[in-house]
T-cell receptor, first 112, second 114 residues
Framework: DAKTTQPNSMESNEEEPVHLPCNHS???????IHWYRQLPSQGPEYVIH???SNVNNRMASLAIAEDRKSSTLILHRATLRDAAVYYC?????????????FGKGTKLSVKP | DGGITQSPKYLFRKEGQNVTLSCEQN?????MYWYRQDPGQGLRLIYY???????QKGDIAEGYSVSREKKESFPLTVTSAQKNPTAFYLC?????????????FGSGTQLSVL
């Protein structure tokens, strides 16, 4: 099953950019790279996703390596509300997500 | 508002008791999922359903059961066979759109053993 690797934790200062890395060396051609984040005692929420090209939305940017074996979630200006666990996962378009794997993610701490 | 509703938010189970966690969605999604999360850990798949009246076991289905009689409902029963049920339980649904599948999660149910 396709799987991702992320650092266990990262720290950032408020108002500074944050780059959260993710490795997915076994990604297949039909896997989309998704990022979700989870605040304490809540369910994960969607952040951003992409296939090959870099993507931007109001929450974040996603930079995807040319070989698609790694990606980086970019929070342009971290706020205290961005402190959460960030999950990088691979979703296969149109297929069953029964083999979807959520690792431990990266716990982001934001210092004022 | 459209979304996924899980209830109750907190649930306590006595030894030997079966308990049922509710999950309802009004997003008109075909696929629904149940995950278990232990402290400091990722999410592990218990069961999933891609369509009404059909469901499949995930990685840790032992001691759990589900039903999918209606599109909008996917209740999870934690049976007495599940010896370590204390965990945070998350329900999700997914939809395929341009750009792939997207997951939507409920706010979770914290189950504890008395």
């Amino acid at each position: 099953d396709a799987k991702t690797t992320q650092p266990n934790s990262m720290e950032s200062n408020e108002e500074e950019p944050v780059h959260l890395p993710c490795n997915h060396s076994t990604i297949s051609g039909t896997d989309y790279i998704h990022w979700y984040r989870q605040l304490p005692s809540q369910g994960p929420e969607y952040v951003i996703h992409g296939l090959t090209s870099n993507v931007n939305n109001r929450m974040a940017s996603l930079a995807i390596a040319e070989d698609r074996k790694s990606s980086t979630l970019i929070l342009h200006r971290a706020t205290l509300r961005d402190a959460a666990v960030y999950y990088c996962i691979l979703l296969n378009y149109g297929g069953s997500q029964g083999n979807l794997i959520f690792g431990k993610g990266t716990k982001l701490s934001v210092k004022p | 508002d459209g979304g996924i509703t899980q209830s109750p938010k907190y649930l306590f189970r006595k030894e030997g008791q079966n308990v049922t966690l509710s999950c309802e969605q009004n997003l008109n999604h075909d696929a629904m999922y149940w995950y278990r999360q232990d402290p400091g850990q990722g999410l592990r798949l218990i069961y999933y359903s891609q369509i009404v009246n059909d469901f499949q076991k995930g990685d840790i289905a032992e001691g759990y059961s589900v039903s999918r009689e209606k599109k909008e409902s996917f209740p999870l029963t934690v049976t007495s066979a599940q010896k370590n049920p204390t965990a945070f339980y998350l329900c999700a649904s997914s939809v395929s759109d341009r750009g792939g599948e997207k997951l939507f999660f409920g706010s979770g149910t914290q189950l504890s053993v008395l």
